[in-house]
Protein backbone atom coordinates (compact mmCIF):
# COMPACT_ATOMS: atom_id res chain seq x y z
CA UNK A 1 0.00 0.00 0.00
CA UNK A 2 1.42 3.36 -0.63
CA UNK A 3 2.47 5.61 2.00
CA UNK A 4 0.14 7.76 1.33
CA UNK A 5 -3.24 5.82 2.25
CA UNK A 6 -3.24 3.43 5.33
CA UNK A 7 -4.97 0.67 5.65
CA UNK A 8 -8.55 1.17 7.38
CA UNK A 9 -11.74 -0.98 8.53
CA UNK A 10 -12.16 -3.63 6.32
CA UNK A 11 -16.11 -3.41 4.76
CA UNK A 12 -17.64 -6.88 3.63
CA UNK A 13 -16.09 -7.03 -0.15
CA UNK A 14 -14.26 -3.87 -0.14
CA UNK A 15 -10.79 -2.44 1.10
CA UNK A 16 -11.39 0.65 3.15
CA UNK A 17 -8.11 3.07 3.29
CA UNK A 18 -7.38 6.52 4.98
CA UNK A 19 -5.84 9.32 2.90
CA UNK A 20 -2.91 10.46 4.76
CA UNK A 21 -3.13 14.28 5.98
CA UNK A 22 -0.31 15.07 3.49
CA UNK A 23 -1.96 13.92 0.21
CA UNK A 24 -4.61 15.74 1.18
CA UNK A 25 -2.77 18.94 1.46
CA UNK A 26 -1.32 18.47 -1.83
CA UNK A 27 -4.94 17.85 -3.09
CA UNK A 28 -5.64 21.48 -1.69
CA UNK A 29 -2.56 22.82 -3.82
CA UNK A 30 -4.54 21.58 -6.82
CA UNK A 31 -8.24 22.17 -5.50
CA UNK A 32 -9.69 24.22 -8.43
CA UNK A 33 -13.16 24.04 -7.61
CA UNK A 34 -15.47 21.76 -4.67
CA UNK A 35 -18.41 20.92 -6.91
CA UNK A 36 -19.00 17.45 -8.36
CA UNK A 37 -18.05 18.38 -11.58
CA UNK A 38 -14.46 20.19 -10.46
CA UNK A 39 -13.59 17.28 -8.43
CA UNK A 40 -14.64 14.88 -10.65
CA UNK A 41 -12.47 16.80 -13.42
CA UNK A 42 -9.56 17.21 -11.45
CA UNK A 43 -9.11 13.89 -9.10
CA UNK A 44 -11.99 11.39 -10.47
CA UNK A 45 -14.00 11.67 -7.07
CA UNK A 46 -17.20 12.86 -6.14
CA UNK A 47 -18.07 15.71 -3.60
CA UNK A 48 -18.95 13.30 -1.21
CA UNK A 49 -15.86 11.45 -1.41
CA UNK A 50 -14.33 14.53 -0.85
CA UNK A 51 -15.70 15.07 2.20
CA UNK A 52 -15.26 11.92 3.36
CA UNK A 53 -11.32 12.07 2.70
CA UNK A 54 -11.08 15.59 4.09
CA UNK A 55 -12.91 14.28 7.31
CA UNK A 56 -10.41 11.80 8.06
CA UNK A 57 -13.31 9.13 6.71
CA UNK A 58 -11.80 5.53 5.17
CA UNK A 59 -12.88 5.34 1.32
CA UNK A 60 -12.66 2.47 -0.74
CA UNK A 61 -9.06 1.53 -2.07
CA UNK A 62 -9.83 1.37 -5.57
CA UNK A 63 -11.01 5.38 -5.33
CA UNK A 64 -7.82 6.17 -2.93
CA UNK A 65 -5.69 4.52 -6.42
CA UNK A 66 -7.46 6.43 -8.72
CA UNK A 67 -6.55 9.39 -6.85
CA UNK A 68 -3.04 8.57 -6.29
CA UNK A 69 -2.83 8.08 -9.82
CA UNK A 70 -4.24 11.84 -10.65
CA UNK A 71 -2.50 13.29 -8.03
CA UNK A 72 1.13 11.40 -9.61
CA UNK A 73 -0.17 12.77 -12.79
CA UNK A 74 -0.86 16.70 -11.97
CA UNK A 75 2.63 16.07 -10.27
CA UNK A 76 4.55 15.11 -13.04
CA UNK A 77 2.65 17.67 -15.31
CA UNK A 78 3.80 20.64 -13.09
CA UNK A 79 7.58 19.19 -12.56
CA UNK A 80 7.80 19.56 -16.95
CA UNK A 81 6.28 22.41 -16.74
CA UNK A 82 8.74 23.95 -14.50
CA UNK A 83 11.49 22.70 -16.46
CA UNK A 84 10.31 24.01 -19.82
Do not use: C
Request: proline share 4%; glycine share 8%; net charge positive.
Amino acid sequence: MSPAVEPGRTGKSQKLVLVQPETVARMRLYLDGRTDEKLNARFGISYNSWRKIVGGQAVRASLANRLMARLSHLDAHIERADHD
